[in-house]
């Protein structure tokens, strides 16, 4: 658990967060949202001290994190940025073992811990563990990074726009991963990006910073369907806010069981969002798709008509 | 199979040591072996009744030269390094543009200069060589292990730091490997400016390699002269050869 307490920042006569509390709690995937500027940046950096904070207090699992050694507090926390910021000069299998190294583990346990790390970010051993970071792509060199910070297994992982430099298919993929991974794992996660699909995608509690402030938090869905104020209202899409929650949602929580009646003749699997739905809905000019599983197997249906009269409060 | 794998590996290894070894051995023939030309210094100056230098023999001379110069590498890269550390830690960034200036400037400044000032102050013999020559070769040292450290991405410096390494550890094992090959590069150019300024140092009463030349020119005797000059001449050409291949590696 995470917990700030009026955390000020100060640069020079500049303040760059001001008097913000925030509570991230364990197991919560908390993202900080707001354009350039705004601190989100310099309040996820104060958390593991590479700032220090000017006011406030910062509290991981209660206790302040200036009453922690500042190199034993950043081994207990997972740090993934941008740039992936992965040693040049060290393999992949040599980045990725770098904190248990740190905390002294033997030989042994940091290399099965590497390879253990490698498989579950889809990284062979075989091919990736003797590569250098720079024959690796922008995809590939993240997946490093986030094994990377995950390498202690810290309880809490800090994320600077991880995939931010990373091409839109690469990110999306990454974004699914990273959900699977932390469905998976649990950790307690802050996470800073400028994009509001990302945050929207990821976020299980969304924080939206301005002019160093936070200027409203809450789930997803309660940030769609009442922003505090424009700027927000903005941030989250304005008009586009429809099809954002409805890319939150996933087609099997509004499937009808299959009916009497003939099967509609467009597909849709049921791991899809249901704006995803409305496009080939849209698309096909139909008001009826079928819903299958993996294996192409009709399990139900969705209706247009149920769907907007399900929306209807 | 394995004797044949270690073949395989063993003659790209010497294919690679090549050019420093050959350098070395014409080097260590020539010294061992200057007597044997006689004739041919003979073609330089036939009036003269002795052709070949010896008041020494050539071996004492290079291995005074090496001496000295070693010695005073040694001591420049270890004091260049610290201080281009030192001046980039946070304890000593106020002295950051004070010492880059001092090592910029320093290198304009004529080593006959430092040598001529070291002597009043430590008198003569291999000390005031070995000042001038440290003074001197820690310039390109100092300036190089700044743009080196320099040329580390701030990113990975904030990882290391973020990943929880210690200020000794982010300087060990990243800064100071990623800075290596500038490092190298400034020590390269210094050792081999200090192997052929350490021939000044006869002129102080450091007996060297630099004593043949200085003996040609005082006694008009172009053979000594020449002879100094081809083995200083080598022997930079077998150290700087041997850099080169230090720092394909690196």
Request: neutral net charge; contains cysteine; proline residues 6%.
């Amino acid at each position: 658990m995470i917990e700030l307490f009026d955390v000020t920042k100060r640069f020079g006569d500049e303040t760059a967060v001001d008097a913000i509390s925030l509570r991230v709690e364990r197991g919560e995937l908390c993202a900080l949202v707001g354009t350039s500027g705004c601190g989100k940046s310099t309040t996820l950096r104060m958390i593991n001290r590479l700032i220090e904070h000017d006011g406030g207090e910062i509290h991981l699992d209660g206790q302040p994190v200036r009453a922690f050694d500042e190199v034993v507090l950043r081994r207990r926390i997972g740090y993934v940025i941008q740039s992936t910021g992965l040693f040049p000069h060290w393999t992949v299998a040599r980045n990725i073992g770098l904190v248990p190294r740190l905390l002294k583990w033997p030989k042994s346990k940091v290399r099965d811990r590497v390879e253990e790390l490698m498989q579950l970010l889809g990284l062979p051993v075989a091919e990736f563990a003797d590569k250098y970071p720079r024959q690796l792509s922008g995809g590939q060199a993240q997946r490093v990074g986030v094994a990377r910070a995950l390498a202690a297994d810290p309880d809490i992982l800090l994320m600077d726009e991880p995939f931010g430099a990373l091409d839109p298919i690469t990110r999306a993929t990454l974004q699914g991963e990273m959900r699977e991974l932390q469905a998976r794992l649990h950790k307690t996660v802050v996470f800073v990006t400028h994009d509001m699909d990302e945050a929207l995608a990821l976020a299980d509690r969304l924080v939206v910073m301005h002019q160093g402030r936070i200027v409203q938090q809450g789930s997803p869905v309660d940030l769609l369907r009442e922003p505090a104020n424009p700027f927000v209202e903005s941030l989250l899409g304005g008009m586009d806010r429809g099809l954002k929650e409805a890319a939150l949602i996933q087609v099997s929580e509004h499937m009808l069981p299959l009916g009497p009646r003939l099967l509609a003749s467009e597909r849709i699997p049921y791991g899809a969002s249901l704006s995803q739905a409305l496009s080939v809905m849209l698309w096909h000019r139909v008001d009826r798709l079928t819903v299958v599983d993996e294996e192409d197997i009709p399990i139900g249906e969705l209706s247009l008509r149920r769907l907007l009269g399900a929306k209807v409060p | 199979m394995r004797s044949a794998t270690s073949m395989a590996t063993q003659v790209p290894a010497l294919q690679r040591w090549l050019s420093p070894i050959v350098w070395l051995t014409v080097l260590l023939v020539l010294t061992l072996g200057m007597g044997q030309l006689e004739w041919l210094f003979r073609l330089i100056e036939p009036d003269l009744r002795q052709v070949i230098y010896r008041r020494a023999d050539f071996l004492t001379l290079l291995g005074q030269h090496v001496l000295v110069v070693g010695i005073a590498s040694l001591l420049a890269v270890i004091v260049g390094v610290a201080a281009a550390v030192a001046v980039t830690r946070e304890f000593g960034r106020d002295f950051l543009p004070l010492v880059s200036q001092l090592a910029s400037i320093g290198q304009t400044f004529p080593p006959v200069a430092v040598l001529a000032l070291a002597v009043p102050a430590l008198g003569f013999g291999t000390l005031p060589i070995i000042v001038a020559l440290l003074l001197y070769g820690l310039l390109p040292i100092v300036r190089n292990t700044l743009a080196g450290i320099d040329s580390v991405d701030p990113q990975v410096h904030e990882a290391a730091r973020a990943m929880g390494m210690t200020p000794w550890q982010v300087l060990r094992q990243v800064e100071l490997p990623l800075a290596a090959p500038f490092i190298l590069a400034g020590i390269r150019t210094s050792v081999t400016i200090n192997i052929a300024t350490a021939a000044l140092g006869t002129t102080v009463g450091a007996s060297n390699l630099g004593d043949p030349i200085i003996s040609g020119i005082v006694n008009g005797n172009t053979a000594y002269i020449v002879q100094g000059a081809v083995l200083i001449g080598l022997l930079a050409l077998a150290v700087d050869s041997l850099f080169e291949r230090l720092q394909r590696r690196a």
